[in-house]
């Protein structure tokens, strides 16, 4: 009878304690190229149908609620700058030296013409807040051990995703995909880590790889060039006089 | 009417009470009247609301690459990437009989910040010069100046200016995301306000000259999205724009849709069919209270008549004698009625159409279906309801006959003469 007692309350909080894994690991890998703060070098691609660019950034982070992101290259574009403050984007543009803020209605407009949105910037931080994980998958693909986490928003959640797939490697917690769902349940684009290497003392997925699924043609992709973690950095660094002057 | 005794017969019978005849037919004219009055005001609601609605920013045709819409997509232009020869083209579509004017234009969303404010808008580039010919957003200027070719220059929306918190000569960033993936970003001056009473063109679009605002996205000269098109009469727009299309008025190889505003303002099409639709409700209820009151009239007369129809039928005339009789006076008041009712009504149409009512003092303007409509009922020409409202009113006469025709045939031709 003792027995059975443990056995009921083991199966009981066994799908709790699962959940409460599966939201480690996914604030885990989400924290990877972040660390309390971090300070890195960035090229960023940019392939479309009707152009194509590479950009230089220098990144600033401090946990989830700060970001500074200044471009270096190409000359047109160097000394344009974001600042994430919150929940607010605050844009710099040297050609008229003036600071401006991102209306919420544009969140969703593409951040310097890459596949990714302002609200990326915003959002992605509040992972953990916005959405319940699940584990969909546990198992060998491909001959490595991997976790399926299947992400659905909360219903009080303000988040634009339906859902969000994403595969870990359960032998070094390194992501190797994430897939993003509209609410109709239909793929919207795909990010792909590659390239795992210590950088920071650390092991991060250098690469990032994003490709809308609606123009498989197009893709942005992010590589790390040099990444440090904990400079500490304070949040009044993450100033808009900062922004103005380029950060360093 | 002198096609037959019965007819004949018909129309004297008329004669006998004129007193009688020409107020019976006064009230079916004054029918005839209303309805054709009020679906020429209909009309003319209509139409002032597709003139308006096409005639402030849109045009009643819009060319554009065929892949622009519906995502207006920064890169496609006319022509593709190399765009096309667009004086060429303007000039080609206004050799089209039947277009007034065509203005070529650019669009892209950005972003207009002042001070600490920064409100998303739709950039337009166009040419001020051409607008005047095919858009009401230079007319609209209510103060400053329209941007001058070639000067970072933008004429806004009083809202969007209230917003802003700006006044002409206030500088403005301007953003946006360019043509070779660069953000865009520079200044421009405010030159003048512009306000047309619709909220959406008021609040967020910003007008710049077409060669800065190609400039700032990183398009050449030669490349446009939209060429907005004016024709004289709006009902043409689908044939005109059929014809720009299949005549083939552009540069080869560069492939252009042309549509009419039937199709990128299906909403006006509908209120249109809406408002004819309408119209039959209140032909059935003004004809519907004609009825009764002509069938009490020819009751009476028939009535009046029943000796006259005793002796018919006692002389051997046939029933069907009798009801063609009073058919036929039926028929000789409508026509008499319609004769009077297109006296009445024709100047009154055209009076109302050069002087219509204003009832702008009682009411302000008013927008629906997103077109701005003035409170001024001019009336247009009903061509359809003109008539089938005739048809409608001697239908009307007829059937109304029908039950005093039936009971004149029922006199008992004995009782009636010896005056039982």
Redesign the interface.
């Known amino acids: 009878m003792r027995h059975l007692c443990i056995a009921v309350l083991l199966a009981l909080a066994s799908p709790l304690h699962a959940q409460r894994t599966a939201r480690e690991i996914v604030d885990h890998v989400d924290r990877l190229l972040r660390g309390n703060s971090s300070r890195g070098e960035i090229t960023m691609e940019?392939v479309?149908?009707?152009?194509?660019?590479s950009m230089t950034l220098a990144v600033w982070s401090l946990g989830t609620e700060y970001a500074l992101i200044r471009i270096d290259a190409p000359p047109?574009?160097a000394g344009?700058a974001t600042l994430k403050s919150g929940t607010e984007i605050w844009?710099y543009?040297p050609?008229?030296d003036?600071v401006?803020?991102?209306?919420s209605?544009?969140m969703g407009?593409?951040w310097?013409?890459s596949h990714f949105t302002n609200d990326d910037l915003v959002k992605e931080s509040r992972i953990i807040e916005d959405y319940e994980i699940a584990i969909g998958f546990d198992g060998m693909r491909d001959g490595v051990r991997v976790w399926e986490f299947v992400l659905t928003p909360k219903p009080e959640a303000a988040v634009i995703w339906g859902r969000i797939t994403e595969e870990v490697r359960q032998d070094d917690m390194m992501p190797t995909w994430a897939r993003y769902y509209d609410e109709r349940g239909d793929l919207v684009r795909e990010i792909t880590f590659s390239e795992y290497q210590r950088m920071g003392g650390r092991l991060v997925p250098a690469v990032m790889t994003v490709v809308p699924t609606d123009k498989p043609n197009e893709r942005t992709v992010i590589r790390y060039v040099r990444l440090a973690f904990d400079v500490g950095l304070e949040p009044s660094f993450f100033s808009l006089r900062r922004l103005r002057s380029g950060a360093e | 009417m002198a096609a037959g005794p019965w007819w004949r017969i018909g129309w004297r019978n008329l004669g006998r009470n004129r007193r009688r005849t020409i107020l019976t037919a006064t009230g079916l004219a004054f029918g005839y009247w209303a309805v054709v009055v009020i679906a020429g005001m209909a009309d003319g609601i209509v139409a002032d609301m597709v003139r308006t609605a096409t005639g402030i920013l849109s045009g009643q045709i819009q060319a554009h690459a065929p892949a622009y819409l519906p995502d207006r997509t920064l890169?496609e232009t006319i022509g593709g990437?190399e765009g096309t020869d667009v004086p060429a083209l303007l000039a080609a579509i206004e050799r089209e009989p039947g277009v007034l004017g065509a203005a070529p234009r650019v669009y892209a969303?950005g972003?207009v910040?002042s001070g600490?404010t920064?409100?998303?808008v739709l950039l337009v580039g166009a040419d001020p010069a051409r607008e005047d010919s095919v858009s009401r957003l230079t007319a609209a200027l209510v103060e400053g100046h329209l941007p001058a070719p070639g000067t970072r220059e933008l004429l806004i929306g009083s809202e969007l200016a209230r917003q802003l918190n700006v006044r002409v000569g206030t500088e403005l960033?301007v953003?946006a995301?360019a043509?070779?993936?660069?953000?865009a970003?520079?200044?421009f001056t405010v030159a003048g306000l512009y306000r047309t009473g619709i909220a959406e063109l008021d609040g967020s679009y910003a007008v710049g000259p077409l060669d800065a605002i190609q400039a700032l996205l990183v398009l050449d000269p030669g490349r446009v999205h939209e060429i907005a098109i004016r024709i004289a009469d709006p009902w043409t727009a689908p044939a005109i724009a059929d014809s720009l299309g299949t005549r083939g008025v552009t540069p080869a190889g560069v492939p252009v849709a042309f549509r009419p505003w039937t199709t990128f303002r299906p909403e006006l099409v509908d209120y249109a069919n809406l408002s004819a639709g309408s119209m039959w409700i209140v032909v059935v209820i003004v004809f519907l209270m004609a009825i009764f009151g002509v069938a009490n009239t020819l009751l009476m007369t028939t009535f009046e008549r029943r000796r006259e129809f005793a002796l018919l039928l006692a002389l051997g005339a046939t029933p069907r004698g009798i009801v063609r009789a009073v058919l036929a006076e039926a028929a000789a008041l409508g026509i008499l009625s319609i004769v009077l009712g297109v006296v009445i009504t024709v100047p009154v149409l055209i009076w109302w159409h050069y002087d219509p009512i204003d009832l702008g003092r009682l009411f302000g303007d008013f927008t629906m279906a997103g077109a701005l409509v003035r409170p001024v009922l001019r009336t247009d020409y009903p061509v359809t309801m003109f008539f089938y409202a005739a048809g409608a009113l001697l239908l009307t006469a007829l059937l109304a006959a029908l039950y005093p025709a039936f009971r004149a045939t029922r006199v008992p031709p004995a009782d009636t003469l010896a005056g039982r």
């Open positions: 940019v479309t149908a009707h152009w194509q660019r047109k574009d344009t844009n543009l050609r008229v003036r401006i803020k991102l209306p209605s544009l407009q593409a310097m013409g | 890169y990437n969303g972003l910040s600490a920064t409100v998303g960033v953003v995301p043509a070779d993936g660069s953000l970003n520079d200044l």
